[in-house]
């Protein structure tokens, strides 16, 4: 049986396609960012914090950046540690869902859409415990070199290689994500 369609049908359907390939892309895109909560941190001396500049600059490299009494602390999954001062430098103190931190990094796996190595952001609370339980606990590197975190109440992994999704336990959960613009020199900024 062949149907035949007229060129203004046609013309509808094709379109029709279209738009909802771009809709489906928008959305897909908004819904990457997934932070539920407000993020905003700004820190404009990369360059002289190896276990940050690493994480920016290298794929695979992932960097945790928390607070605590007034000092920041960079951890690598390499194992390079630094901190700095919040008093003596420019730019905000790390804010996040429950004052965890964020974890940055560049993958290691190419962006299909851009063909390139991703730079990320993720808040560094266990979404899984945040959501269901209401219990804001840090995550942490699984093991020296590994580019997956593990939350040690509930004990979920999360792959930072996937887009944050959790490799175990029930339901479909990843990491909250922000976005992240790093100047490729000395300014990083975090943001929702």
Known sequence: MKVHLSTATLTRILTAATLCGILAACVEAELEYNDPYPANFVYQQVATKHALRSALESPGIYCMIYAVNNVYHFDSNDGHNDTDNMLSITG?????????????????????????????????????????????????????????????RCHRIYDLETQGVAINGEGNIRLYKDRVAY????NLRIYK
Do not use: H
């Open 183 to 186: 100047d490729g020199t000395n």
């Open 92 to 152: 905000g103190k790390p804010y996040s869902s429950a004052g965890c931190g964020f974890i940055v990094g560049m993958t290691v796996k190419t962006d299909m859409r851009t063909g390139n190595q991703q730079r990320v952001a993720y808040e560094r609370v266990c979404p899984y415990c945040d959501t269901y339980d209401k219990i804001t606990k840090p995550l942490e590197f699984k093991e020296k070199g590994s580019q997956q975190v593990v939350c040690r």
